[in-house]
């Protein structure tokens, strides 16, 4: 009985520690497969903007976001980091562009939708000559 | 017969038998979590600094279309005239780290127009071939090696 008895134990006290390693490494290993997924995401969307020559429009289209303001445009993932609406985002990728005709600067921000930011990126592209 | 105590029956052997496969695929997925982890971060690492440099490379072509010449923006330019194309070849590169660069080469026309010949990322680093055989020539005796009296 006694023995029973500190079998329990040490195996209790044992699978709670495993279990928060378990708990520690699932959250480490959704946090990577987050970055990545972002990362990919931000290199499309930089890829995309430099091929369209800066133009939002034309980016939107590609990626399926959407122009949101004047120079920012925005794509939506869900929490399998497809592009969705609004309503079911769980990240979002917004891309700010800015500068003149012949080089065009776009900043790239992929952030959860509480507004942790997982990528930033500089990129630049040349403008579309007249 | 009197049995007291603890005694190493079938349960604590199970015991061990199941803490030992539990600690052992715990570490497995930690370690695992963690590499993934670390590949990750260096993968964010490197695509910064592609993109860094990728944005330096095209500030400074823009600038030589411009027509600026020498250093530009801290980059060395390399240029040649070409007769076959009848154009400025153009090469310099963006460091990236230590052991990379964005290695970049355009055809730079009269017209102020330009075509791309390489736009890659490479290593940085001086390739040293190590030529040194450390074994005796026969010149020095064994004691002088050694440093024996």
């Known amino acids: 009985m006694m023995e029973m008895l500190v079998v329990v134990v040490i195996f209790a006290v044992c699978s709670a520690a495993c279990v928060k390693i378990f708990t520690e490494a699932y959250i480490t290993a959704n946090n990577a497969r987050d970055l990545n997924s972002a990362l990919l995401a931000a290199k499309s969307s930089a890829e995309c903007y430099k091929a369209v020559s800066g133009d939002l429009n034309a980016w939107s ?30 990240y979002f990728l917004r891309l700010t562009s800015s500068g003149t005709n012949s080089l065009l600067s776009g900043n790239i921000a992929v952030c959860g939708i509480a507004g942790e930011e997982f990528v930033s990126l500089e990129v630049a592209a040349r403008g579309r000559e007249e | 017969m009197n049995k007291s105590g603890i005694g ?62 020498g250093n530009v923006l801290g980059a060395e330019i390399k240029s040649e005239w070409d007769w076959d194309m009848l154009a400025d070849i ?28 390489s736009w890659r990322m490479r290593d940085a680093g001086e390739w040293e071939t190590d030529a040194a055989l450390p074994v005796w020539t026969g010149e020095d005796s ?8």
């Open chain 1, 61 to 90: 289209s590609i990626t399926g976001g959407h122009v949101s303001a004047a120079e920012t445009a925005v794509i939506f993932y869900d929490k399998e980091w497809r592009t969705s609406d609004e309503s079911e985002a769980a």
């Open chain 2, 8 to 69: 190493v029956g079938s349960a604590s052997i199970v015991l061990i038998f199941a803490v030992l496969c539990l600690t052992i695929f715990t570490l497995i997925t930690y370690m695992s979590a963690n590499t993934e982890m670390a590949l990750a971060n260096a993968e964010a690492e490197l695509v910064k600094s592609y993109y860094e440099a990728d944005t330096l490379a095209e500030r400074i072509i823009d600038e030589l279309v411009s027509g600026a010449s």
């Open chain 2, 90 to 117: 153009t090469e310099f590169s963006c460091p990236m780290s230590e052991r990379k660069e964005l290695y970049v080469k355009i055809a730079l026309y009269e017209d102020n127009s330009y075509d791309i010949l």
């Open chain 2, 142 to 149: 064994i004691e002088q090696i050694t440093g024996a009296d």
